[in-house]
């Protein structure tokens, strides 16, 4: 059973930095793709960033484009997610998340996705 741990969420104000990190067990393939998503109070939960583990390449949801960097180290099996200028909506619950298969594409379907951390908070007030 595929194991996601996040952390590094807090609570900051407009502007700021975090960085998010999510630990695995293990990787299910050598080339899958993982994500970052989240979720605001009352509203769907949405993807954010996704990268494919094989080849590194990486998706961005538009609001996050030359914001957030998403990154991964293998031998320390972790995955990471840079978030720089936070706004107040960016504040939300964030989740990372693995595809079960061989994935090369990463995409910010939550459908494509099997195995899920339990989430970190990120607050940005404004």
């Known amino acids: 059973q595929v194991q996601l741990v996040e952390s590094g969420g807090g609570s900051v104000q407009a502007g700021n930095s975090l960085t998010l990190s999510c630990a695995v067990s293990?990787?299910?393939?050598?080339?899958?793709?993982m994500g970052w998503f989240r979720q605001a109070p009352g509203k769907e939960r949405e993807g954010v960033a996704s990268?494919?583990?094989?080849?590194?390449?990486?998706v961005y949801t538009d609001s996050v484009k030359g914001r957030f960097t998403i990154s991964q180290n293998n031998p320390k099996r972790t995955l990471y997610l840079q978030m720089n200028s936070l706004k107040p909506e960016d504040t939300g619950m964030y989740y990372c998340a693995t595809a079960r298969g061989y994935c090369n594409e990463p995409n910010l379907s939550d459908s494509e996705y099997f195995y899920w951390g339990r989430g970190t908070q990120v607050t940005v007030s404004s």
């Open positions: 293990f990787y299910t393939y050598s080339s899958t793709c």
């Open positions: 990268l494919a583990t094989g080849g590194g390449t990486t």
